[in-house]
T-cell receptor, first 111, second 114 residues
């Protein structure tokens, strides 16, 4: 499984943008980049995914480098409810392929 | 839609015992995956069931087994429990032919082995 590297922790002030980086230098051409987050005492929650182009949804934006060796999850205005562990995952193309989690980035949001 | 449900919420067992955890997938989903999450770690993939068969398996011993029923619900069985099996067990559901889409996770079952 291709691996990802993320900072262990990051801090942000409420209502400011947050950029969560992820390195994946061994990504293959068919790997999708997925982001999940896990709030305290809950199961992981899907955030966003992409292949080559930048993606936006109601929760976040995903910026993918042109060489696909890195990506950034962007939370446009962090709130206290965004405090969670964020996981960057490379997911193989194919039917219902498994998710391989790393240790993620713990995001702290302060007033 | 109740989403993915798991039971029980918490469970305490002793070493050597056997345990069964249960999962009901999100309505319309046909695939169930199980993950183990140790304290402070990310979830680790155990196995996946589709059409009542194990389709993928992670690096877990044969003590971990599962089953999927015709209504797509699933069970995870762990035999001969070890202290190291203490963890949060997560169930995730998806569509087998749904492409690289999202998996929906349940809240998990917290297993403590004494």
């Amino acid at each position: 499984d291709a691996k990802t590297t993320q900072p262990n922790s990051m801090e942000s002030n409420e209502e400011e943008p947050v950029h969560l980086p992820c390195n994946h230098s061994t990504i293959s051409g068919t790997d999708y980049i997925h982001w999940y987050r896990q709030l305290p005492s809950q199961g992981p929650e899907y955030v966003i995914h992409g292949l080559t182009s930048n993606v936006n949804n109601r929760m976040a934006s995903l910026a993918i480098a042109e060489d696909r060796k890195s990506s950034t999850l962007i939370l446009h205005r962090a709130t206290l409810r965004d405090a969670a562990v964020y996981y960057c995952i490379l997911r193989e193309t194919g039917t219902a392929s498994k998710l391989t989690f790393g240790t993620g980035t713990r995001l702290q949001v302060t007033l | 839609d109740a989403g993915v449900t798991q039971s029980p919420t918490h469970l305490i067992k002793t070493r050597g015992q056997q345990v069964t955890l249960r999962c009901s997938p999100k309505s319309g989903h046909d695939t169930v995956s199980w993950y183990q999450q140790a304290l402070g770690q990310g979830p680790q993939f155990i196995f996946q069931y589709y059409e009542e068969e194990e389709r993928q398996r992670g690096n877990f011993p044969d003590r971990f087994s599962g089953h999927q029923f015709p209504n797509y619900s699933s069970e995870l069985n762990v035999n001969a429990l070890l202290l190291g099996d203490s963890a949060l067990y997560l169930c995730a559901s998806s569509l087998y032919l749904g492409g690289p889409g999202e998996q929906f996770f349940g809240p998990g079952t917290r297993l403590t082995v004494l």
